[in-house]
């Protein structure tokens, strides 16, 4: 008997199991590319849903240049959380200020070291507890200034089930619901920032309620709306995406919504990297993932829709070349005008790249 993959969590890369990926040729290697949605860290941050690998987790720019440099014509990343690099004196409210301090620094050295290649966290999405209300402009404000430039909004992380097996990225649920929060929420639209939306697929009625609150705020779903595959959800896939799909659909009528499309390698759990004898391949991804992609993109449309990476946690199961030939099988039917809106244009108006 072998344990049950731990789905959900982010594990150590396993290298020789990757290894044993057959090469692929890229699919449409000038399509520009920006990818809306990564992480760096020198350690695993620990707020993270942890593994039980004592393996190096060393993912900064080298790694992740070497990645997005093998493959692919990407122009620029946005840089997400992941709560890394927090400041560790100062008031609380402050301490995440020190993650983009470290993604802008990053950022700048991207610039300097790699002219003509994608500028790696060209723009930064960073964490600010919004439920602080009216305060919390100041600690937006520090976060502009330590970005550099490169300051885009904040990710709001409030993805709650009831089952630990989940594992939550909030401690309670119902966080867009409060009206404390929502009123973080206007502080960031006043400054011009957006803000990115994390949520599991049964909350997403929280998302549709914020979205009708707050119609002057750009809101990213992220991770094509949090489907989940494994613990209380396991052999319920047809149950989940008519669940899913119902939600999205509503909240797709709300023009200020984005939809940022992958993210689903460790919460959809449509592939058990922990047990298959080498990483599948890109069309097998592309089938697996293919009702979500194609379902957000019929109901937001191009204009809305922007693709992520997810680097290196969606690195447990595919590499750079495999992830990006997946997106592309997937939208193979697209028009030349949709992919160009799909992979660079729309997240360039949306993070103002």
């Known amino acids: 008997m072998t344990a049950p993959t731990a789905f959900g969590r982010v594990l150590p890369l396993n290298k020789a199991w990757l290894d044993k990926l057959a090469p692929e040729e890229v699919i449409e290697p000038d399509l520009p590319i920006v990818d809306t949605h990564h992480h760096l860290w020198a350690a695993l941050p620990a707020a993270l849903p942890q593994g039980d690998g004592k393996e190096d987790h060393t993912y900064l720019l080298e790694q992740f240049a070497q990645d ?17 690099s927090y400041r560790d004196s100062g008031p609380a409210a402050f301490k995440p200020v020190g993650e983009t301090e470290f993604a802008a620094a990053i950022g700048a050295a991207s610039d300097a070291s790699r002219p003509g290649k994608a500028r790696i ?5 960073g964490s600010a507890d919004l439920s602080l209300g009216a305060p919390i402009r100041e600690v937006l404000q520090a976060h502009m200034e330590a970005g550099q430039g490169r300051f885009r909004g904040v990710r709001a992380t409030a993805g709650y089930d009831p089952d630990p097996i989940i594992g939550n990225t909030s401690p309670v649920p119902g966080v867009y619901l409060r ?58 896939r047809d149950e989940v995406f008519a669940h899913w799909k119902k939600q999205v659909t509503q909240l797709a009528a709300y023009p200020n919504v984005v939809a940022k499309l ?57 590499n750079w070349v495999t992830l990006w ?29």
């Not at 966290?121 to 999405?125: F, Q």
């Open 262 to 318: 992958g993210g689903m390698m460790i919460r959809l759990a449509a592939i058990d990297y922990g047990k298959l004898p080498a990483p599948p391949s890109s069309a097998e991804i592309a089938s697996l993932w293919r009702p979500y992609i194609e379902t957000c993109i019929e109901l937001f449309g191009a204009e809305r829709c922007v693709f992520e990476s997810n680097f290196p946690v969606e690195k447990q199961g595919a």
């Open 121 to 125: 966290c060209a723009g930064i999405v």
């Open 325 to 353: 030939n997946a997106f592309k099988r997937i939208t193979a039917g697209a028009s030349a005008s949709e992919k160009l809106a799909m992979y660079s244009g729309t997240a360039q108006r949306v993070y103002r790249l």
């Open 68 to 84: 997005v440099d093998s493959s692919h014509h990407t122009l620029a990343t946005v840089y997400v959380e992941c709560h890394n």
């Open 179 to 236: 009206p404390e929060f929502r009123q973080g929420v206007a502080e960031l639209t006043a400054l011009g920032l957006s803000l990115d939306a994390w949520v599991f697929f049964h909350q997403l009625g929280d998302l549709i309620d914020l979205a009708q609150a707050c119609p002057d705020t750009t809101i990213i779903m992220g991770h094509c709306g949090g489907p989940l595959g494994y613990g209380p959800y396991t052999g319920k």
